[in-house]
């Protein structure tokens, strides 16, 4: 048997001697508006997926909760994609109250301005009343833009400090080639609750609460015996960004039938997909990036792009998380579920919901312990809350999140073919 107990790193490994952390980064509205300006009016945010506007027309509008931006995310007649601020330049209004469609134009519902899918202003009606509006600049507002692996990305900041590839610091030489585009089906579930954003961060950057707050859940498909407190194992850094590996309990065995024949037409699941091997398309549990070990129990790759993304490529599919600021005390949570393709069978379908309903399970427990957490900070009795040697996925967050809120964090990583190593 492999002795795994070298790579489960620990906070000292990384040189992470912060262990314990204000309370007041999660309950302090000041700390919040320094959030809104210094880490996501900064940073690269991801918002979807190119394949969700495919077409030339194709738009999709997003919401970023911490900015309180609504965006409108369009395919041009060129094949570009672009963004922009979903406001009229004549009085504000949004214009597209649709979460997704196809247009070549977008007409304001209220005076009529009318904008091309570029974005560019094209009528103006009376327009000799707005001698003073120049069309060719007072299209729609422009968002920054950029795309890696088919995620969209959007910066808010007048100039970016940094391109999308240096804040990826490696992490994207880590993944270069993944198959996220192979799995294009996606189910997306939203939620809000009352506690601070980054406690659902770091819930999902530590696998130490897996077997007690998962335990009718999680714990017997994923904690192994010889990890019963499930450390990720193989931690990597890549500027504010990390990925490790996270095992699962291969010797789990479920008798029940129901779960035996969900388990085996699982669109997306962390067993080896050993046909789809067979046939070349071995999707994420091959590829270099994921599983450095080739650990033989391996259950997914926890990759975090700061400071909002936690993302989890299984054997043929992968799980998405995103967790935006509302306030100091609340927030909103997406998952999603990605696949190779929508169920195509009644099996198939009723797998899908039952994977829909054991992920809702995992993250409402996450959510309703966050919430407690966010009642215990708030008591005030605790002005620092612990972190153990254990979490140093945690302890990371904390340090980049704090160069952020004092100006920093930004500065562009050397990007290298090793940055993996």
Not at 39 to 57: K, N, Q, S, T, Y
Not at 393 to 414: N, V
Request: aromatic share 12%.
């Amino acid at each position: 048997m492999t002795d795994l107990s070298e790579h489960m790193t620990k906070a000292r490994d990384l040189g992470l001697e912060n262990g314990r952390v204000p309370v007041e980064y999660y309950t302090s509205p000041e700390y919040f508006r320094r959030e809104q300006d210094m880490i996501f009016r900064r940073a690269w945010l991801m918002v979807g997926r190119v394949d969700e506007v495919p077409e030339p027309g194709d738009y999709i509008v997003r919401e970023v909760p911490p900015l309180k931006a609504n965006v409108i995310i369009a395919r041009g007649k060129d094949g570009e994609v672009r963004a922009f601020h979903n406001a009229c330049s004549h009085r504000g209004v949004a214009l597209v109250c649709q979460d997704k469609g196809n247009a070549l134009t977008f007409r304001c519902p209220y005076h009529a301005w009318t904008y091309r899918i570029d974005g560019s202003l094209s009528a103006i009606p009376g327009e000799q009343d707005f001698p003073h509006v120049d069309k060719a600049t007072s299209g729609l507002a422009p968002v920054h833009l950029d795309t890696w692996a088919g995620f969209i990305f959007l910066n808010f900041a007048e100039e970016p400090e940094a391109t999308l590839t240096e804040f990826l610091a490696g992490l994207d030489v880590l993944l270069d080639g993944a198959p996220f585009g192979d799995f294009p089906f996606c189910v997306r579930v939203t939620d809000e609750i009352d506690c601070n954003w980054k406690n659902l961060v770091n819930a999902f950057n530590e696998g130490y609460h897996v077997a007690i707050l998962h335990n009718k859940t999680l714990r017997a498909a994923v904690v192994p015996k010889d990890n019963p407190h499930l450390h990720y194992l193989d931690v990597k850094q890549f500027g504010p960004h990390s990925a490790g590996t996270v095992p699962r309990n291969f010797d789990y065995d479920p008798q029940a039938p129901a779960l035996t024949w969900v388990y085996a037409q699982m669109l997306p699941t962390s067993a080896p997909d050993l046909e789809a091997i067979k046939q070349g398309r071995a999707g994420f549990y091959e590829h270099p990036g994921i599983n450095r070990l080739k650990i033989p129990n391996f259950g997914t790759e926890t990759i975090t792009i700061f400071p909002n993304i936690s993302i989890q490529p299984l054997a043929n599919g992968y799980l998405f998380y995103q967790f935006w600021p509302i306030s100091a005390g609340r927030m909103r949570t997406e998952v999603r579920i990605y696949s190779r393709h929508a169920p195509r069978t009644l099996r198939e379908e009723y797998a899908m919901a039952s994977t829909l309903a054991a992920t809702r399970d995992v993250v409402v427990e996450d959510m309703a312990m966050s919430r407690l957490q966010q009642i215990g900070f708030e008591s005030g009795g605790k002005t620092y809350q612990q972190f153990g040697q254990n979490e140093p996925l945690l302890r990371m967050f904390t340090r980049d999140y704090e160069a952020y809120l004092a100006g920093g964090g930004m500065t562009p990583f050397p990007v290298q073919a090793a940055a993996a190593e």
